[in-house]
């Protein structure tokens, strides 16, 4: 027979302890979830390592209890709970129900009285009983058959209290920690107990006197002094606090043991709360992914022969492969659905297939995908192309909510509350026990994601309407994804031998650097141990220590970075980390990327990550090559044409984030320093330190460019200080200085806040979104950052938004011109085409004129151009 155990949870002081020990946390709809995450994470571990029979989460019913009788001000002292906490109550009794776990309250008593009541009842029955809770006061109930557990830092970080360990810990037994309560006090609960008598005496007493009742019947023998005079002034106090600190273990609760018992989680309910509060990390790691939640029944054909009758003139595509590396990995077969029909046809079959070549190259026939660009950039390499894409499930959900994330059908299906298709992980297993699955299995998987494709169409475009972003997704966003597909496709040549002579020369610079460095240090040493690096410098050489941590002495760049003018070594420290990553990351790490076939890099763009609408590049990641030091702008060097007699031509926007927000805050002096074509930073060193443009020096316009760019990313006085190594107090003021030269920004910086506050989001100038669910946080720190965001997502979204219509606009006047030129790379505000050098003339004059017209703004925008046989020769 299995031994029962009890498991019992503090329902309010477990979601108090995870409210203040985890940063707050948000959903898409702005619900704060840290309390209820944090208690999850909690009650995951716990039900993993305990294995419970039985199990109860009990709550306070309310304010008063019966403690409030012999004590009014009993926690009198308390502050008010936290909306942020308030809202999340809801949910965490809605995950417990998910769980299955009953919970209990009892009006005018505790949930420390419940449980006690409980555990003692529970201890009779020879139960093992297990207490969780943030609340020390519930250690009195510790016995040999009830341990108690006291979360501490954290949420997973938890003491276990046994009587054993709290003799070992104040040399005590459980139930003198009420007698320690009475002595002592507790602020929390505002229960007084005796003025100036703290923990370490009131232990001594109780190791000496036993009981606070002992102590007073004692008291007459104690040696006079100053405590004992306060013991004696405060004995009724004493035996007030003890009484109020006694959990009543005998509560009249109308719940049994039998009530108790734990079933286990309902999976799906669980996973439905983890959606609804968009705990992504929780529902990925979980096992509970893996497990099939059921299904709505739908009938799907597996296609071997594609007739022209099967294909309509509107339908859901959804194209399946065996992984996201979609530039070479296998494709496994199409589905596609008009919501009625729903087919499988496996890729063998579709690359043959003519019917069905020509229909998806027929642009009169609608097509909505799950992805576009990857559908696209796929089956591309077999000669077969999509036209006529008119819905993209993955764009449409990026642009409603850029905080939803995640490309699998199943996850963006959930976010909009449709539960019929199951997440890849689910179908192909995970890790090593990932497998493609049988046909029948697959076919109705990938039809299935036709089909949510097909459903969830109106939903979304329905919402993109009512937030005025349907021209966004339908203008920008989606003819750019089939544009990005087709530069991911063509990819960049790199010359893998120019990339072997960096590498060699940087390692022979390395080992010249590592040489000095152990001449200056007077011995060898691992630099790129942090630790022995911190003896170096720290111990041996006696550098000023800037930060310590847990290990040692902090060696970070930006610690290093102050040291610099204390010693010769730390700037070849400096320098040989900068040029070991180059060499590491950048050398390297693109050899591996370079495509044997082509010798191409082919970079997959992410259109729908950032959450300012900025392309984001990885596998590898172009967009952040290093180009501060000379070694690493040299890096470009390795990048060429695809043909001989060929050049790269790269135009860049000019400050582009500065003239939007010259735009935006319709800052008469900003606006016309750009209209007069002045160099901006000059003309705001101009302004800030009043002195002409003849008497500007380089500190005074370094200091206006950095205040400058700062301005665009939020930037505080602390940030602008680190930057300029000035105070803080100089920060401040120069900042100051620059909002009373510029009145139009400050007017803006405060108008766009308070908007934000009111609708809980910012737009960019073609009306991209981004939730700032903190705008309105009582936690100073989440506020500050949230007004941060609102004042610069505008800035730098509309600058992503400007960058993508030029990409639009270029890609359809290179067609109109006929030219041969290509598009490769987007990089921050730069495009980067190859061209044949006959070509160049044409795109001279071609290339600005589109990028300056994208958007009309207040003040005109500028692009620089350069091309060059190198991508290094081209800036």
């Not at 208690?39 to 305990?50: A, G, P, W, Y």
């Not at 002292?77 to 776990?101: N, V, W």
């Not at 850029?402 to 995970?430: C, H, M, T, W």
């Not at 550098?543 to 610099?564: C, M, R, W």
Request: glycine share 6%.
């Amino acid at each position: 027979m299995t031994k029962e155990k009890l498991l019992l949870l503090d329902g309010n002081s477990l979601a108090y302890r995870a409210f203040f020990a985890l940063p707050l946390l948000t959903n898409e709809g702005g619900i704060h979830t840290n309390a209820v995450y944090g208690f999850t994470t909690m009650l995951q571990k716990i039900l993993e390592e305990e294995k419970p029979t039985k199990m109860l989460v009990a709550f306070d019913a309310g304010k008063t209890t019966f403690r409030h009788e012999s004590f009014q001000e009993y926690k009198g002292g308390r502050q008010k709970t936290p909306p942020e906490l308030s809202e999340q109550f809801p949910y965490l009794r809605k995950l417990i129900d998910a769980y299955q776990i009953k919970r209990y309250e009892l009006e005018m008593y505790e949930a420390d009285d419940i449980i006690g009541t409980l555990a003692k009842s529970a201890e009779k029955e020879d139960f093992d009983v297990v207490i969780v809770s943030g609340d020390k006061d519930l250690t009195q109930l510790a016995s040999n058959r009830i341990n108690v557990y006291i979360t501490r830092k954290g949420m997973t970080d938890i003491e276990h209290y046994t009587p054993s360990h709290i003799e070992e810990k104040y040399g005590l037994t459980p139930n003198q920690i009420i007698d320690m309560k009475g002595l002592m006090g507790d602020t929390s609960d505002n229960i007084p107990g005796v003025p100036g008598v703290g923990e370490k005496t009131a232990i001594k007493l109780l190791k000496e006197y036993g009981t606070v009742e002992n102590l007073y019947d004692q008291i007459e023998g104690m040696k006079a002094s100053k405590m004992k005079e306060k013991l004696v002034a405060n004995e009724e106090q004493a035996k007030l606090s003890k009484q109020l600190a006694t959990i009543n273990t005998d509560a009249p609760i109308t719940i049994t043991l039998n009530d108790l018992a734990y079933p286990g989680p309902n999976e799906e309910e669980v996973l439905n709360v983890w959606q609804e509060l968009s705990f992504k990390s929780l529902i990925e790691k979980s096992e509970f992914q893996s497990q099939v939640h059921e299904t709505k029944e739908i009938s799907f054909s597996i296609i071997d022969e594609v007739s022209t009758d099967l294909l309509k003139d509107q339908m859901a595509v959804h194209v399946e492969l065996e992984n996201d590396h979609y530039h070479t990995c296998k494709v496994l077969g199409i589905g596609l659905s008009n919501g009625e029909s729903n087919l499988f046809v496996p890729f063998d079959v579709a690359a043959k297939s003519e019917p069905l070549r020509l229909w998806l190259e027929d642009a009169t026939k609608e097509k909505y995908l799950s992805d576009s660009k990857v559908a696209q950039a796929a089956i591309q390499r077999y000669g077969i192309f999509i036209e006529g894409v008119s819905f993209d499930l993955l764009l449409s959900s990026y642009i409603v909510n850029p905080a939803i994330s995640g490309e699998d059908v199943a996850v963006l299906a959930n976010e909009f509350g449709y539960r019929d298709v199951q997440s890849n992980e689910v179908i192909y297993g995970k890790g090593a026990k990932w497998a493609v699955p049988s046909i029948e299995v697959l076919a109705e998987h990938v039809a299935r994601k036709a089909l949510a494709v097909w459903t969830l169409k109106p939903t979304l475009e329905d919402k993109l309407s009512e937030n005025e972003q349907y021209n966004l997704y339908k203008e920008l966003e989606l003819p750019l994804a089939s544009i990005l597909g087709k530069m991911e496709s063509e990819g960049i040549r790199v010359n893998i031998s120019t990339l072997e002579k960096m590498g060699q020369e940087l390692t022979e610079k390395l080992v010249v650097i590592e040489k000095e460095i152990y001449e200056l240090a007077g011995e060898k040493f691992n630099i790129n141990s942090p630790k022995q690096l911190g003896v170096i410098l720290f111990e041996k050489l006696e550098l000023p220590v800037i930060k310590k941590t847990k290990t040692g002495y902090s060696t970070a760049a930006d610690v290093l970075e102050k040291l610099e003018s204390e010693h010769d070594i730390v700037k070849h420290i400096l320098l040989y980390r900068q040029l070991a990553k180059l060499n590491s990351t950048y050398i390297e790490g693109l050899t591996k990327e370079v495509h044997p076939e082509d010798s191409k890099v082919h970079t997959t763009f992410q259109q729908a990550l950032t959450s300012t609408g900025r392309l984001s590049s990885t596998n590898p990641n172009l967009q952040n090559i290093p180009i501060r030091l000379e070694e690493g702008r040299k890096i470009r060097q390795a990048f060429v044409p695809s043909h001989q007699g060929w050049v790269l031509f790269s135009a860049d926007y000019s400050q582009i984030e500065l003239r939007v927000l010259a735009h935006m805050s319709n800052d008469e002096n900003l606006v016309d320093a750009f209209k007069q074509g002045m160099d901006i930073h000059t003309r705001t060193a101009m302004d800030v330190f009043h002195v002409p443009a003849d008497e500007v020096t380089s500190d005074m316009r370094r200091a206006a460019k950095a205040v400058n760019f700062g301005i665009v990313y939020g930037i505080s006085d602390y940030g602008l200080s680190q930057n300029l190594n000035i105070t803080r107090k100089e920060a401040g003021q120069f900042i100051d200085k620059y909002l009373q030269s510029f009145p139009g920004v400050k007017e803006y910086m405060d108008t766009i806040v308070q908007d934000a506050k009111l609708k809980g989001f910012v737009t960019t100038i073609l009306n991209r979104r981004r939730y700032l669910p903190d705008i309105s946080s009582s936690n100073f720190n989440l506020r500050s950052f949230a007004e941060r965001t609102a004042m610069n997502t505008p800035i730098q979204g509309s600058a992503a938004d400007i960058i993508k219509k030029a990409m639009i606009d270029m890609d359809a006047r290179l067609k109109k011109e006929g030219l041969k030129s290509k598009l490769l790379l987007q990089v921050h505000d730069e495009l980067i085409l190859e061209a044949p050098k006959e070509e160049i003339e044409i795109l001279e004059r071609i290339v600005p004129e589109v990028m300056e017209n994208a958007i009309e703004l207040a003040v005109p925008l500028k692009v620089d151009f350069s091309y060059g046989d190198t991508w290094y020769e081209a800036k």
